[in-house]
């Protein structure tokens, strides 16, 4: 029984996560960054994040952020953490359009790169306190909306398989329905 629900949780669970979804891909990508790539910012940042598919390694990645005015505002040393995100500082960033180029590698440099922009508008600068707002950039495609559908799905399933053990515990422990038209046995 354990292992006909482990397999149904399973098929669930692939089912939610689309079928496009392969548990066993060997490339690097890039599942999001911060500034979102296209993104406007809402207020400033003091870095630049990219979460990978795959662990990545501080000696074989690099993380370059071009102002509109060619300079490089990369500031400080790249930092990987938790091995599947790396972050780069940057200095303050004026008013304009920011190319970020990526590298990220396991085992050699370069294994995988790409690119993307975001926008500072003069507005974001005038955001400015003591402290950069957490979340920096406007993205309709997060916030709590996208955590309170996960957390849905994810109460969905657990409700279901808890839904399907008792329908199956209630089944075997159930006596035969009575059969009137059998006579007794002695």
Not at 63 to 76: F, H, I, K, L, R
Not at 86 to 92: K, T
Request: net charge negative; charged share 15%.
């Amino acid at each position: 029984m354990l292992r006909r629900t482990a397999s149904l949780l399973a098929a669930v669970v692939l089912l939610i996560a689309g079928p496009g979804a392969s548990p066993a891909r060997a490339d690097i990508a890039v599942l999001q960054t911060v500034p979102v790539a296209g993104s406007t910012l809402t207020a400033p940042i003091t870095e630049v994040r990219l979460s990978f598919t795959r662990a990545v390694h501080a000696n074989y990645s690099s993380v370059e952020v071009t102002g509109p005015d060619g300079a490089d505002y990369a500031s400080g040393d790249l930092d990987v953490f938790m091995d599947l995100n790396i972050v780069q500082p940057v200095r303050h960033l004026a008013p304009g359009t920011y190319r970020v180029s990526w590298s990220a590698g396991v085992a050699a440099p370069g294994e995988a790169q790409g690119q993307f922009d975001f926008t500072v508008p003069e507005a974001a600068l005038m955001a400015v306190d003591d402290k950069p707002a957490a979340v920096a950039y406007d993205n309709p495609n997060s916030g709590p909306g996208v955590w309170l559908v996960l957390g849905g799905l994810a109460g969905l399933v657990v409700v279901l398989w808890v839904v399907l053990i008792v329908r199956r515990s209630k089944r075997e422990l159930a006596p035969p329905p009575y059969r009137g038209d059998r006579g007794m046995d002695f």
